[in-house]
């Protein structure tokens, strides 16, 4: 069955960066386009950033733009979103997504 499994959440302060790792099975990962979402106390769930199956397409909602990078290794099917000089307002749970499916989610928390 589909799997998608974050990691790499946790606590930091504003401007610093994280790495998050979605690891993907049950599907054949290198033709599916992968995206990230988050979803912040009371809010909906919002979409951060999408890459194509071949890497070489990325999409980013403006607020991250030129702070979150997102790239994947389809050798070992996994998608990351690099966050740098986080913000407060990036705290949320943050959610892979492929195929129709949504992982755990992985809780990234911003503050001094």
């Known amino acids: 069955q589909v799997q998608l499994v974050e990691s790499g959440g946790g606590l930091v302060q504003p401007g610093e960066s994280l790495r998050l790792s979605c690891a993907a099975s049950?599907?054949?990962?290198?033709?599916?386009?992968m995206s990230w979402y988050r979803q912040a106390p009371e809010k909906e769930r919002e979409f951060v950033a999408s890459?194509?199956?071949?890497?070489?397409?990325?999409n980013f909602r403006d607020s991250v733009e030129g702070r979150f990078s997102i790239s994947r290794d389809n050798s070992k099917n996994t998608v990351f979103l690099q966050m740098n000089n986080l913000k407060p307002e990036d705290a949320a749970v943050y959610y892979c997504?492929?195929?129709?499916?949504w992982g755990q989610g992985t809780q990234v928390t911003v503050s001094s």
């Open positions: 049950g599907f054949t990962f290198s033709t599916h386009s």
């Open positions: 997504a492929a195929y129709g499916m």
């Open positions: 890459i194509s199956s071949s890497g070489g397409r990325t």
